[in-house]
């Protein structure tokens, strides 16, 4: 049974930095595409980054693309969000997700993810 373990949110100031981690079990991560999340309270879950299978090839929402970046240690399990230049929108709960869907980068909504982590909370101070 797949399970994913997100790690390292927390309160940092505008400009700031953080790294998220997602701990990946069950499965061999190689054979995942995955992805970061993240909902605000009363809004809807919004894709940020996606990595694919081999970790070479990667996609962001325009709204980080510049300041995020998504990584993986297919080795080690683990899925790595780094992200700079942190602005107050960014504040959200952050989630790690798995998709078997490995044919395309363009794996951006969630419905096509099959495995969820249990969120981690970011907030930015301006």
């Known amino acids: 049974q797949v399970q994913l373990v997100e790690s390292g949110g927390g309160l940092v100031q505008q400009g700031g930095s953080l790294r998220l981690s997602c701990a990946f079990s069950g499965d061999s991560l190689s054979r995942y595409t995955m992805a970061w999340f993240r909902q605000e309270p009363e809004k809807e879950r919004e894709f940020v980054a996606v990595n694919d299978w081999s970790g070479e090839v990667t996609y962001y929402a325009d709204s980080v693309k510049g300041r995020f970046t998504i990584s993986r240690d297919n080795a080690k399990n683990l899925v790595f969000l780094q992200m700079n230049s942190l602005k107050p929108e960014d504040t959200a709960v952050y989630y790690c997700?798995?998709?078997?869907?490995?044919?395309?980068?363009?794996?951006?909504?969630?419905?096509?993810?099959?495995?969820w982590g249990q969120g981690t909370q970011v907030t930015v101070s301006s």
């Open positions: 997700a798995a998709s078997t869907i490995i044919r395309t980068i363009m794996v951006v909504n969630t419905w096509q993810y099959d495995h």
